[in-house]
C-alpha cells in the first residue's frame, strides 16, 4: 500500500532535522578525495563512518568491503519477502579541491548558507547516499519495515574512473541478486525541473607524455637547435579537434549512433533557455560541434577536452629554459555504442601520427567507462517519476547527460540488471569545482522521494 501521507514518517523526519543535518554535515568532514593516494586513510575513514551510520539505521549486514583499491561499502535489509529487491547506488569520495582559494569556506568544513549546504561532495554525491541513508533510517523507525528489499552499493572510486569495480562486482554476484539498480548520482534539469536520466556518456581518460631532453635546456643555448616538448605537446593537441568542434581522430565518430528524429525532438522540447544556461555558466559565448543543439553537444554528442596541460616555467617573472618535458590530461566523453577500448586505440595511434619529429611521446590510459542507456519504461523507471512527480509537485522530464557514472553500464552488462537514474542535486551546483553546493530543500524532498519510490515499487511490482 503506498502511504499517500505518511505522517508518521514525515513528522519523525520534522524531529529529526537537526540530527540529521549534523550527521550530513560530519560525513562531508572526511577529505576523501579517491584520485589523490595521501588522502587513502581519508577515504577510509568516510567508508567507516559511512558503515557506521548504516548501521545505526538499521541496515543490515554492513561490510567495508576490499577491492583493488578503495572499499565498497556494502548494507542490505532483505525482510521484505515477496516484495522486488533493488540495489541503491552511490559514491563517498569526491574530487580534488584545487583552487583552494576560491572557496569561500573551507571544502571540508561544511557550512549552512542560506538554503544551501556548502561543502566539497555537497551535492556529488555525499548528500545523495546520505538522504539513502536517512529514508531508510526514518522507514524503519516509523513502520519498522522498508517496503522492498534493498542492497546498498556505496563505492569510493567513481571519481578516479571506478578502476576496481567491475572486478568487485563479479567477485560479489552471490549478494548482489536483485530486480533493478536504482543510481542516484545525477540531477534535475535546468531550472530545478525534477528529472530522471535516461542516458549517461561514458568516458575514456588518458594522460599525453612529451619528452625531450633529459634535462631543462637553456634556451638561448640551445633554442633553434631542438625540438621544444611544449610546443610539441601544444601541436598535438592542437591537432586533436577542428574549428567545427569535430574530433579529427580518424574513426573516431564511427560507431556514433545518432538520435531518431523524435528523440531530437524531444530533446528541442524541454524548456532549456539557452541565454540563461550561457550566463549561468560566465563564458561570453556557447561553441561545439557544427549542426547540432547545445542540448545536443553536452550529452548526444562524443567530445573531446584537455583538463590539464602542464610543463615548463610557471613561477613569476622570466627563466629563458627548454623545458625537458610537457604533459596533458586528455579525455573523451562517448556516446553509444562507442567503444573506449577501440578509440583508446585510435588516439594513440593518432597522436603518434602528430607527434612532431625530435621528442618522445607517450599516451597512457587513465579509467574511465562506457557510455549507457535506460529503460524510460521500465516499471521502476516509472514507479520513480511517480514518486517525483508526489514528492516535487510535477512529473519528471526525461534528459540525457554529458557526465558519466562507469557502474551504470556495468549493472546492466554484468549483473543483467535494469538502472534508474534517480538524482536529486541542481544543474550548476559547482559539482569538482570550488564552492559545491546542495540545494536543503532538494536534499529534504529528495529523502521523501526515495521513500516514496519504494512504496511506489512495492505497489507496482517489478
Ligand atoms: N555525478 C557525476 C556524474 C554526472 C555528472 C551525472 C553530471 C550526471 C550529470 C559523477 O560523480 C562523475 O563526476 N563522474 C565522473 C566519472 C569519471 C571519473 C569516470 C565524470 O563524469 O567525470
Ligand atoms: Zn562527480
Redesign the pocket.
Known amino acids: 500500500m503506498i502511504a499517500q501521507n505518511d505522517r508518521t514518517y514525515d513528522e519523525y523526519l520534522d524531529r529529526t532535522r537537526q540530527q540529521r543535518m549534523d550527521e550530513y554535515r560530519a560525513f562531508l568532514r572526511f577529505p576523501s578525495i579517491s584520485a589523490l593516494p595521501d588522502h587513502a586513510p581519508d577515504v577510509r575513514a568516510a567508508a567507516e563512518w559511512l558503515a557506521a551510520t548504516m548501521s545505526s539505521a538499521g541496515i543490515e549486514h554492513v561490510d567495508v568491503s576490499e577491492t583493488g583499491g578503495h572499499p565498497v561499502v556494502y548494507g542490505d535489509w532483505l525482510h521484505a519477502d515477496g516484495a522486488p529487491t533493488v540495489i541503491v547506488y552511490g ?1 563517498y569520495d569526491v ?1 580534488p579541491v584545487d583552487p583552494l582559494d576560491l572557496w569561500r569556506s573551507p571544502p571540508f568544513e561544511p557550512v549552512v548558507e542560506g538554503d544551501r549546504m556548502l561543502a566539497r561532495g555537497a ?3 555525499k548528500g545523495q547516499i546520505h538522504a539513502h541513508v536517512v529514508a531508510a533510517g526514518a522507514l524503519l523507525a516509523t513502520r519498522g519495515a522498508l517496503p522492498v528489499n534493498v542492497r546498498y552499493v556505496f563505492e569510493g572510486e ?5 578502476v576496481n569495480l567491475n572486478a568487485w562486482l563479479e567477485a560479489n554476484r552471490d549478494r548482489l541478486g536483485a530486480d533493478a539498480a536504482i543510481i542516484s ?3 534535475f534539469f535546468e531550472g530545478n525541473i525534477p528529472a530522471i ?1 535516461i542516458s ?4 575514456l ?1 588518458t594522460q599525453i607524455d612529451v619528452v625531450g631532453a633529459p634535462l631543462d635546456l637553456h634556451s638561448g643555448g640551445f633554442g633553434g637547435a631542438v625540438q621544444n616538448p611544449a610546443m610539441a605537446l601544444a601541436a598535438i593537441v592542437t591537432a586533436l579537434k577542428g574549428p567545427d568542434g569535430r574530433v579529427r581522430i580518424p574513426g573516431f565518430y564511427d560507431d556514433v549512433v545518432e538520435l531518431a528524429d523524435a528523440e531530437r525532438e524531444a530533446m528541442a522540447a524541454l524548456p532549456f533557455d539557452e541565454a540563461a544556461y550561457r550566463e549561468s555558466i560566465g563564458v561570453p559565448e556557447l561553441v561545439g560541434e557544427v549542426g547540432y543543439t547545445t542540448l545536443e553537444r553536452r550529452s548526444v554528442r562524443p567530445t573531446l577536452d584537455v583538463n590539464g596541460i602542464w610543463g615548463g616555467f610557471q613561477g613569476a617573472g622570466a627563466k629563458t629554459i627548454i623545458p625537458a618535458h610537457a604533459h596533458a590530461k586528455v ?1 573523451c ?1 562517448l556516446v553509444p555504442a562507442q567503444d573506449p577500448d577501440v578509440l583508446y586505440e585510435r588516439l594513440r595511434d593518432f597522436v603518434a601520427e602528430v607527434a612532431p619529429p625530435g621528442v618522445t611521446v607517450s599516451v597512457r590510459r587513465l ?3 562506457r557510455p549507457s542507456l535506460t529503460p524510460v519504461d521500465h516499471p521502476v523507471t516509472q514507479a520513480a517519476a511517480r514518486a517525483l512527480e508526489a514528492t516535487f509537485g510535477r512529473p519528471p522530464v526525461y534528459i540525457r ?6 557502474v551504470s553500464a556495468s549493472f546492466e552488462s554484468i549483473l543483467g540488471l535494469p538502472v534508474v ?1 534517480l ?1 536529486f ?1 541542481q ?1 550548476h551546483d559547482n ?2 569545482a570550488p564552492n559545491e553546493w546542495m540545494d536543503l530543500g532538494n536534499y529534504e524532498l529528495a529523502i521523501r522521494a526515495i521513500a516514496r519510490t519504494f512504496d511506489e515499487i512495492a505497489a507496482s511490482g517489478v
Not at 567513481?158 to 571506478?162: A, L, N, Q, T, V
Not at 547527460?401 to 562507469?406: H, K, N, Q, R, T
Request: hydrophobic share 20%; net charge negative.
Open positions: 559514491h574530487q551535492a556529488d554525491d567513481e571519481e578516479s574512473g571506478s548520482d545525477s540531477g536520466t549517461l556518456r561514458g568516458l581518460y579525455s566523453r579509467g574511465g567507462g547527460e554529458g557526465g558519466s557514472i562507469p537514474l538524482g542535486v544543474p559539482a569538482h
